[in-house]
């Protein structure tokens, strides 16, 4: 299996396939070493990680380069989407590791619970395993991997094919900090190696991909209840209201539609605008994507590189020109670049798209903005909610509070005000979302959560006492039980004094 670098078509280096006897062996491998790792200390297993961030610190430039040789994406957004974001996520776990996995005391409220106390403890569930995609090679996989490691778990990690050296330069970095060779382990390999890792014996399945692949791994694990986290990307809808700054939107559209050449879950795929400032705004986006660079990522003047394969950019191809066929009108691009390589496709804005189009209802994953106009509030909210996908969206308006207001209405995971994908670079907040687009998060204190099992433990302090609802019924027990529900439930201090009353023979019953 070869890696190609999309700007230029070199390969890059030669791999071998894990097979599926590999896969077990290393899953194995990873629950004989996890216990070990999940007794270490908090502290211990934190301080590893610290020094994974200062390693990932030193070699910043070296893997921000990797990875756009690798993706192809801008140099520039290597570093600030990839690198910086998991530098960031490990600053999160390291500070918050110790609190996350303290023991939680839980009160009882209920009278007769009184003399117990309760904590939850949250457990390492055991071996993680993770299927990443190759849009963000570094940072989806590093931190999900960060938030299981910190929680003791141990991680086999299955890349993706377009994008293994990332993935292995990731293991050098973990493993030179300290982490066990067996507690993180790469596997490279295509379909079938996530499938064999699918069916080993992990605890849980963190997977980020296409629907239709989502949904066949939940059927499957659904056979043996394997607990999985699927990240199955977006069709984000962005809305400009009549009092927006169309410089600012415009801007935030153009971006949100190319960074990483369109690839990403987070992409601005479908753009309603106020139709009293439609015109307007395209001819503004037109104008900004006029300006913008398209090479090779690894030049620093770069704004969009390559897609990551020509299937890809194929998918796109065909979007653009159902649009075109029915009726949209194309304002810029839509076309292959061919003078500068097989992979790139150029910034394309299109207008005047509907509903029923390819292009507003199916994962495009490219250098597209598609724009619709749309009159009033109610309007732009039922096309905002029609699709399939859930993830993230947007609402741009000088009106915060018109914005926010707007933005309870609209069915995705996040939704930003006046700002796009930025939510993914927020440690602290969730990330994921509803529908089509998957289940579960990543991120923060919800990512830290699906790493763990929670359990309740319950400690009886009255440990020398029979309990009341022991063995013992009769007739006398049922009315004091009924007393003591009133005593608790009825309406009205004095229905709670005869409850109380008819309750007080209960402590002196013998039980068995």
Not at 136 to 164: C, D, H, M, Q, R
Not at 242 to 268: I, K, P, T, Y
Not at 448 to 463: G, N, Q, S
């Amino acid at each position: 299996m070869a890696s190609v670098n999309p700007a230029t078509e070199e390969v890059l280096r030669e791999l071998e396939c894990a097979r599926d006897v590999d896969v077990q062996v290393a899953v194995s491998r990873a629950h004989a070493a996890q216990a070990a790792w999940a007794e270490m200390s908090v502290g211990k297993r934190v301080g590893i990680l610290r020094d994974f961030q200062r390693l990932l610190h030193e070699r910043k430039t070296e893997v921000a380069r990797l990875i756009t040789r690798e993706a192809g994406k801008p140099y520039v957004e290597a570093l600030l989407t990839e690198v910086m974001v998991v530098l960031d996520a490990a600053r999160y776990v390291i500070e918050n590791a110790h609190p996350f996995l303290r023991d939680e005391p839980l009160p009882h409220g209920g009278i007769a619970m009184k003399t117990k106390r309760g904590v939850l403890v949250r457990e390492p569930r055991g071996v993680i395993g993770i299927i990443a995609p190759w849009n963000y090679p570094f940072s989806i996989p590093a931190t999900e991997t960060l938030a299981a490691l910190a929680t003791g778990n141990a991680v086999v990690l299955k890349p993706s094919e377009f994008t293994s050296l990332v993935a292995l330069e990731l293991e050098s970095l973990l493993h030179a900090a300290g982490v066990p060779k067996l507690i993180f382990q790469v596997l490279v390999g295509d379909g079938a190696t996530g499938a064999a890792l699918m069916g080993s014996a992990i605890d849980k399945l963190v997977f980020t991909g296409s629907v239709t692949t989502g949904k066949r791994i939940a059927q499957a694990a659904a056979g043996r209840l394997l607990p999985v986290l699927l990240e199955l990307g977006g069709k984000d809808p962005m809305i400009v209201l009549e009092d927006a700054d169309l410089d600012v939107a415009s801007s935030g559209a153009v971006w949100g539609a190319f960074v990483n050449a369109g690839q990403a879950c987070l992409s601005v795929e479908r753009c309603y605008v106020a139709r009293g400032i439609y015109e307007e705004f395209l001819k503004a986006c037109v104008a900004k994507v006029a300006k913008l660079r398209v090479g090779d990522g690894i030049h620093e003047t770069t704004d969009v590189g390559p897609m990551i394969h020509e299937r890809q950019l194929q998918i796109v191809e065909e979007q653009v020109e159902d649009a075109r066929r029915r009726g949209a009108r194309v304002l810029a691009g839509g076309r292959r670049m061919t003078e500068l390589g097989a992979n790139f496709y150029a910034p394309t804005v299109v207008a005047d798209v509907t509903s029923e189009m390819e292009l507003m209802q199916e994962e495009t994953f490219g250098p597209v903005l598609a724009v619709a106009a749309f009159s009033g509030d109610e309007e732009a909210v039922a096309l905002a909610n029609d699709s399939e996908f859930g993830l993230a969206a947007s609402v741009w308006t000088r009106d915060s509070a018109r914005g926010e207001r707007i933005a309870r209405r609209l069915v995705a995971g996040t939704v930003m005000v006046n700002d796009v994908i930025a939510c993914f670079g927020i440690r602290e907040a969730p990330h994921g979302g509803v529908k089509g687009s998957g289940i579960g998060r990543a991120h923060g204190r919800f990512g830290m959560e699906e790493m763990v099992r929670v359990k309740y433990l319950d400690v009886e302090r009255a440990a020398g006492i029979k309990r009341v609802w022991w063995y013992g019924y009769g007739e006398k027990f049922a009315r004091q039980m009924e007393g003591f529900a009133d005593l608790q439930f009825a309406r009205g201090v004095w229905g709670r004094v005869l409850g109380a009353l008819r309750a007080a023979g209960v402590v002196k019953g013998a039980k068995l």
